[in-house]
């Protein structure tokens, strides 16, 4: 009788979480959260990572167990390059697609996908003319590759990414790479 139970349950708690992977679903929300920037070396530049910031909101459509989150967020990428610190905030919309395990509320997402990211101001300190030569030629339109993994809590999700620039920011006689890891924290408003 124990046995019988006990594969109902299963039978049941698995039809459950199958259904809730199957059926379409929506969601939308806002996130914050800090990121981690670094530039890829190439030359004699050294460089030292800084925190900066992101908020803004999130859509979700799922089925089948894959989902489709499209983003836009402000986002503030903080370095210091060779003792010049360099501050560039932008907006990022990333496309990500992926997948979920899990049910009820809880789950575990993967997911990666491209980014563009636009900047809105280029923030750079300089202390004489001489300086220019470290200068950082941020491009006004920016391409990155995101890859990362989240945790659901009922409306709450936690997600670690890391982004790989694309795009080679010019730096005086030679190019870097931005990248960035990024932790934030969404609510899902419905």
């Known amino acids: 009788m124990k046995k019988i139970l006990l594969i109902v349950a299963v039978a049941i708690t698995t039809g459950f979480t199958s259904q809730a992977q199957i059926i379409p679903s929506f969601a939308f929300g806002i996130k914050g959260g800090m990121n981690l920037t670094n530039l890829s070396k190439s030359g004699t530049f050294n460089s030292s990572n800084q925190a900066g910031y992101l908020g803004g909101i999130w859509a979700r459509f799922g ?13 503030g990428k903080n370095v210091t390059v060779d003792g ?50 470290t200068r950082l030629n941020y491009k006004n339109q920016n391409y990155a590759w995101q890859l990362g993994t989240g945790i659901d809590i009922r409306s709450l999700s936690v997600d670690l990414r890391y982004e790989a620039g694309l795009s080679k920011q010019n730096y005086g006689a030679g190019s870097t790479k931005i990248n960035l890891f990024n932790l934030s924290l969404a609510y899902k408003i419905f």
């Open 84 to 133: 010049i610190k360099q501050k560039f905030t932008s907006v990022d919309v990333p496309l990500l697609f992926g997948g979920k395990v899990g049910a009820f509320g809880f789950g575990a997402r993967f997911y990666t996908g491209p980014m563009v990211s636009f900047a809105i101001n280029k923030d750079q300190n300089y202390d004489d003319a001489a300086s220019n030569i």
């Open 63 to 75: 089925a089948l167990g894959f989902n489709f989150q499209p983003e836009a967020y402000v986002t």
